[in-house]
């Protein structure tokens, strides 16, 4: 078992290694956190890629594009993991390197992961870590060549629900933001998004919320009951076989979005499952290229 943690810290350090810097993201005391060691390990997923569990002490991996092709958009990616754990290889660092061709700045945020025995409101821990994020980034935008204006948030599965949350509970700070930092994401690209919490058999839900959250919180962390009218625009891809996490959340966002006009493009794969990353093998189709192509009309 040692050898095997020993292998996946020595992956994630390669692949972060390609980091310009990696940051704690409070420069002091972590809002709602209890005090208690660090519990923080790594294994290795089915796909031989490295997860990291009972996250605590959040921190922001900053990945600078090319300054020759950089365009002044940034981008901040939330792996997905069932908000047990963290795939941030395969959904943080490679979507990182990716967007950084596209002279895109990503910043690949290492969010607390809910626990009542690490934080006072868990509930509320990966939002305040996303918060933190943009705020963080806005403040240092000049520092990071960044326009401040087109800052947005991407996530896969859980990663996405942190994402879509970020895009609907923007106006109401959980940190402090004495500045009144806007803590608005500018767009939203979410890759087979966890958005409803009403099934409470979910694992994503039970982890959030408790094994018995009342019908507010439920509504409340549902986001496609939060959509108004300043929502920022999303991106959303999903694969129609995806046995985690039903497409219908993905569905039902995407009309919400459009009934409050918001703008918005869904692509569905028809085949494809759950955490695929970057690349759907069940198809020749790459969501990148659409991606890229919507990016460049933000």
Request: aromatic share 8%; net charge positive.
């Amino acid at each position: 078992m040692k050898k095997i943690g020993l292998l996946c810290w020595a992956i994630l350090l390669a692949i972060a290694s390609r980091a310009q810097e990696v940051i704690p993201l409070y420069s002091g005391t972590i809002p709602d956190a209890k005090p208690i060691k660090n519990r923080e390990n790594t294994f290795l997923g089915a796909d031989g890629k490295p997860r990291i569990r009972k996250v605590s002490e959040p921190t922001l991996s900053i990945f600078l594009p090319p300054p020759a092709i950089a365009n002044g958009k940034a981008v901040i990616i939330c792996p997905g993991g069932g908000y047990a754990h963290l795939s941030i290889a395969g959904e943080g660092y490679e979507v990182a390197q990716e967007l950084n061709q596209w002279g895109v700045a990503a910043f690949v945020l290492k969010y607390r992961l809910p626990d009542d025995s690490v934080m006072r409101h868990k509930e509320t821990g990966p939002l305040q870590d996303a918060q933190r994020a943009i705020q963080l980034i806005r403040t240092n935008a000049k520092k990071w060549h960044i326009n401040p204006n087109k800052v947005g948030i991407m996530g896969f599965s859980a990663g996405a629900h942190v994402a879509a949350t970020l895009g609907t509970h923007f106006e109401k700070a959980l940190i402090p933001n004495k500045a009144k930092i806007n803590l608005r994401p500018d767009f939203m690209v979410l890759l087979y998004p966890v958005i409803s919490l009403s099934d409470s058999l979910s694992r994503s839900s039970r982890i959030l919320l408790g094994d018995n959250p009342t019908t507010d919180q439920i509504t409340l962390y549902s986001n496609e009951f939060q959509v108004i009218k300043n929502t920022p625009p999303a991106f959303l891809v999903h694969a129609r076989d995806d046995k985690a996490v039903d497409v219908k959340n993905s569905i039902n966002f995407y009309q919400a979005l459009q009934n409050k006009q918001v703008p918005a493009e869904m692509h569905l794969y028809e085949k494809g499952g759950h955490g695929f990353g970057l690349n759907n093998k069940m198809s020749p189709d790459k969501w990148t290229d659409w991606l890229r192509v919507w990016l460049d009309k933000i």
